[in-house]
């Protein structure tokens, strides 16, 4: 993958700027007490989260991909041996077989890219991102409502939002604030492993948007009478929006339309 060479802007680069801000979040990624023995930072750039993670792990590597910044976060850590400063993209990197989790301050412009990169890798334990406030309370249904992504994720994943963090805590400061989003891959699957493929069907399904409504969307691949019957099971309106529909609702109704 080829390496941006614009401006800090546009590579959506803004800076912690208060070291209370990157401790709380270093202490929400791995609590105090504990220590993991891998964990991936995704956009080190200036180091003040990574100061605050290097003590929680056994290893830190500390991606960035600007390379005006990787020479003074390696002059900054040159004496801590457990962070290992990576010059390059976080994305194009292949993920490591063994267990590990993923902190960061991520790009903006990037998120939806760095969360897929997480939910695709098989051995990620835990994610704990900064990320647009707008995006965090979407993804975690702060709003009372829920995305394809995180419905679809919920049986592996669970997914919350784990604090608000003002704009005026960066450099530059951005036009809207933070939200810190964790993700947990479950210790206890809530499905089957070979439910997948179907419960992620009927997910799809019934956030394409065909017919209308959540209803009708389903209606496609089952009769109307099984519907009514797995709507009244979820506790459902027949008239309910699809983003309405909390995971554990989803749940249910892929139990019912499956049996």
């Known amino acids: 993958m080829a390496r941006p060479t614009h401006t800090t802007r546009a590579l959506s680069q803004n800076f912690l700027a208060d070291r209370a801000t990157a401790a709380h979040l270093a202490r929400i990624a791995v609590p105090n007490g504990s220590q993991v023995p891998l964990l991936l930072e995704v956009g080190a750039g200036k180091g003040a989260l990574t100061e605050q993670l290097a003590p929680r792990c056994r290893e830190l590597r500390a991606y960035e991909i600007d390379p005006r910044l990787v020479p003074g976060l390696r002059t900054r850590f040159a004496d801590t041996s457990q962070v290992h400063v990576v010059d390059g993209d976080f994305l194009a990197v292949r993920p490591p077989h063994t267990p590990f989790a993923v902190a960061g301050n991520v790009p903006f412009s990037r998120t939806a890219a760095i969360v897929d990169w997480c939910l695709r890798a098989p051995a990620l334990t835990d994610a704990t991102l900064l990320t647009q406030l707008e995006y965090a309370r979407k993804r975690t249904g702060d709003y009372g409502s829920w995305t394809l992504v995180t419905v679809r994720s919920w049986p592996r994943y669970e997914w919350r939002l784990a604090g608000r963090v ?33 419960w992620r069907h009927l997910v799809e399904l019934g956030f394409s ?26 506790g459902l309106e027949p008239r309910v929006l699809v983003g309405e529909v909390a995971p554990g609702r989803w749940l249910r109704l892929y139990e019912a339309l499956s049996s």
């Open 166 to 198: 003002a704009r005026t805590r960066f450099t530059p400061v951005p036009r809207v604030d933070a939200g810190i989003v964790r993700i947990e891959r479950r210790r206890t699957p809530l499905l089957a492993p070979g439910s997948y493929e179907g």
């Open 209 to 234: 948007g065909v017919g209308g409504s959540l209803h009708a969307s389903l209606r496609r691949a089952h009769p109307r009478r099984r519907v009514d019957t797995a709507f009244r099971a979820a």
